[in-house]
């Protein structure tokens, strides 16, 4: 059974910094690809980086510099570096098995001005 747990969410004021975490148990994050996705209120879900079994990573252009996605092999979790946070950033945040049905729960990240 897959199971995706997020943590490291918060409230941070404008410039600051966090790191989300994806634990993932049932699936070997190094042999598939990973997402962060966002979802604010009243809007849809979006992409904010994906990370492939390769390694090879894409950005929505919004967090393009600011945001790094990587993986620990070793603990089997996926990470959400966010630098220079924006208002405009604050959201849900879901980890994702890329192309499935498979999302965490969500952690709230909240980016005071």
């Known amino acids: 059974q897959v199971h995706l747990v997020e943590s490291g969410g918060g409230l941070v004021q404008a410039g600051g910094s966090l790191r989300l975490s994806c634990v993932a148990s049932g699936i070997t994050v190094r042999l598939v690809a990973m997402g962060w996705y966002s979802q604010a209120p009243g809007k849809q879900r979006e992409l904010v980086a994906v990370i492939s079994s390769g390694g090879r990573t894409n950005y929505a252009d919004s967090v393009k510099g600011r945001f790094t996605i990587s993986r620990d092999n070793a603990k089997n979790t996926v990470y959400l570096q966010m630098n220079s946070l924006e208002p405009e950033d604050t959201a849900v945040y879901f980890c994702?098995?890329?192309?499935?049905?498979?999302w965490g729960q969500g952690t709230q990240v909240t980016v005071s001005s």
């Open positions: 994702h098995w890329h192309g499935t049905n498979y």
